[in-house]
Nanobody
């Protein structure tokens, strides 16, 4: 499974940004698609994860500001970033994986990852 992110860049605080991630396939391997971010020296942080038709999970750090969505075909995921702040500066990664007992895990690392896209809020 190949994942390709796009949409990163530099924005001013409060300026919206939308990230996109296209998966090479829409199968059980990509049932769950998620967004993570990482800053140098820190662990990669799960932001949000969603099944094709499920209710998304959001980390407290982005709840109410960022929104995940998937297209009807299921192989594209977007992260709409509203009201970003300097603390949101990081490299953002898209990830995908199968469900576990019908759910998207918020604990297990997905098996498939994109290369990441840098978001700088300054």
């Amino acid at each position: 499974v190949q994942l390709v992110e796009s949409g990163g860049g530099t924005v001013q605080p409060g300026e919206s940004l939308k990230l996109s991630c296209v998966a090479s396939e829409s199968t059980s391997k990509t049932s769950c698609m998620s967004w993570w971010r990482q800053v140098p020296g820190k662990d990669r942080e799960l932001l949000t994860v969603v099944n094709v038709r499920g209710t998304p999970y959001y980390a407290d750090s982005i709840k109410g500001r960022f929104t995940i969505s998937r297209d009807n075909g299921g192989n594209t995921a977007h992260l709409q970033m509203n009201s970003p702040q300097a603390a949101d500066t990081a490299k953002y990664y898209c990830a995908a994986g199968p469900t576990r007992n019908g759910y998207c895990s918020t604990l297990a690392r997905p098996p498939y990852w994109g290369q990441g896209t840098q978001v700088t809020v300054s």
